[in-house]
Every structure is written in C-alpha cells, then in structure tokens.
C-alpha cells in the first residue's frame, strides 16, 4: 500500500532563507507528484505538478524534484518571505489508477520578518 | 470567474441528522472528488466521480452518499451513520480522469451540536 510521508511537520525559519520541504513515497510506480498550498481554513491550491517522466518543475521562486528510484520530491522555496507562510502538502497519483491522489500529512512553515 | 463552489462555508450537525453539502463548478470538468481533512492528518478521499451519473467510493466512504445528476454538481450527504462527522470537508475537480491539476473549492468545516 502506497505511503506518502512528510517530515518536519513543521517547520519556521527567518525571512530571506532558502528552505526545501520534503515528501517521501513508498512505491515508485507513479503517475504524477503535485505539491499543494494550503492557507488556514482554506482550500488547496496547486503549485506545481510533476510528471513520473519528469525530474523537476519550476514556478517562479519554486522548485520541485522527483527521484522515483529513492522514492522522495523536494519543493525547494528561494529566498522565503512571510507570504509563503502556510501548510505544504504534497500528493501522488498511482500509476493503476485513474486520478486518486494519496497526500502526504503536510509541513507548515512559518516565515518570520 | 471560473471555478469551485462549496457552500455552507459552516455546518452545524444535531445527532441523527443527515446534512448536504454542496459543490458546483464551472469549469466543465469530467472528474470531481471529496475528501475530509482532520486536524494534524492528510486529506482522505471519501467519494470521486469520472463522469456524470457514476461515481466510486473513496477509502472513507462509509456513512456517506454522493450523487452526480449533473457535470457541474457533486453533492455530498453525511449521513446519520457517520460517527464522526466533525471535519473541513473538500471539493475538487479535475479536468480528465484526475492526472492532472486538481483545482479545490474553499471547503466547508462540519461540526457536531
């Protein structure tokens, strides 16, 4: 059974640090890894998709790695400022299946002025 | 403004009650979802739909019902069956059979009187 983990839970570091999230799965046969925000008492929005072909995907001051072989994504955040304050989850679609996604339990970052 | 509407933003439950909440889109998505997110864990899938007038049951389906009479709405009945209600309900949908983008309405937080 698929397992999707993220460590730290939490996470606070000062404004302007370079930080990477982590997210690590227990079966590398995926079909995509997408890696979502979530504000307190929100709903999710997604930041980037990664495909089972592709290595990374970048979004402005994002950037996301997939290595299936070691079962682990990284979202790596440059030069972090208090907006980026939020729940990080990330989520993967199986390669048998037809869009479920199974999602990780999140890190929230906290960035401090 | 395309996107996803979940209504009431909060729910109140009295015990033995079943409570509807609603989800509707405009942007012509096939497949839509529901999950459930409780407090330090990931989001769980209750019930998704591919295409108009079918639907699966997700890992958590018990004491819930869905139905999809229409593309644009998938709402969802907790019935009196489920225990434990409490939680931030999510909608999503997806353009295809979900590998893509998972677009998320704003959620709904249930509570028990």
Same mark, same amino acid.
């Given at each position: 059974?698929?397992?999707?983990?993220?460590?730290?839970?939490?996470?606070?570091?000062?404004?302007?640090?370079?930080?990477?999230?982590?997210?690590?799965?227990?079966?590398?046969?995926?079909?995509?890894?997408?890696?979502?925000?979530?504000?307190?008492?929100?709903?999710?929005? !997604?930041? /980037?998709? +990664?495909?089972? *072909? %592709?290595?990374?995907?970048?979004?402005?001051? #994002?950037? =996301?790695?997939?290595?299936?072989?070691?079962?682990? !994504?990284? /979202?790596? +955040?440059?030069? *972090? %400022?208090?907006?980026?304050?939020?729940?990080? #989850?990330? =989520?993967?679609?199986?390669?048998?299946?037809?869009?479920?996604?199974?999602?990780?339990?999140?890190?929230?970052?906290?960035?401090?002025? | 403004?395309?996107?996803?509407?979940?209504?009431?933003?909060?729910?109140?439950?009295?015990?033995?009650?079943?409570?509807?909440?609603?989800?509707?889109?405009?942007?012509?998505?096939?497949?839509?979802?529901?999950?459930?997110?409780?407090?330090?864990?990931?989001?769980?899938?209750?019930?998704?739909?591919?295409?108009?007038?079918?639907?699966?049951?997700?890992?958590?389906?018990?004491?819930?019902?869905?139905?999809?009479?229409?593309?644009?709405?998938?709402?969802?009945?907790?019935?009196?069956?489920?225990?434990?209600?409490?939680?931030?309900?999510?909608?999503?949908?997806?353009?295809?059979?979900?590998?893509?983008?998972?677009?998320?309405?704003?959620?709904?937080?249930?509570?028990?009187?």
């Amino acid at each position: 059974k698929q397992e999707v983990t993220q460590i730290p839970a939490a996470l606070s570091v000062p404004e302007g640090e370079n930080l990477v999230l982590n997210c690590s799965f227990t079966d590398s046969a995926i079909y995509n890894l997408q890696w979502f925000r979530q504000d307190p008492g929100k709903g999710l929005t !997604s930041l /980037l998709l +990664i495909q089972s *072909s %592709q290595r990374e995907q970048t979004s402005g001051r #994002l950037n =996301a790695s997939l290595d299936k072989s070691s079962g682990r !994504s990284t /979202l790596y +955040i440059a030069a *972090s %400022q208090p907006g980026d304050s939020a729940t990080y #989850l990330c =989520a993967l679609t199986g390669s048998g299946n037809t869009g479920k996604l199974i999602f990780g339990q999140g890190t929230t970052l906290q960035v401090k002025p | 403004d395309g996107g996803i509407t979940q209504s009431p933003k909060y729910l109140f439950r009295k015990e033995g009650q079943n409570v509807t909440l609603s989800c509707e889109q405009n942007l012509n998505h096939d497949a839509m979802y529901w999950y459930r997110q409780d407090p330090g864990q990931g989001l769980r899938l209750i019930y998704y739909s591919q295409i108009v007038n079918d639907f699966q049951k997700g890992d958590i389906a018990e004491g819930y019902s869905v139905s999809r009479e229409k593309k644009e709405s998938f709402p969802l009945t907790v019935t009196s069956a489920q225990k434990n209600p409490t939680a931030f309900y999510l909608c999503a949908s997806s353009p295809g059979q979900g590998r893509e983008k998972l677009f998320f309405g704003s959620g709904t937080q249930l509570s028990v009187l």
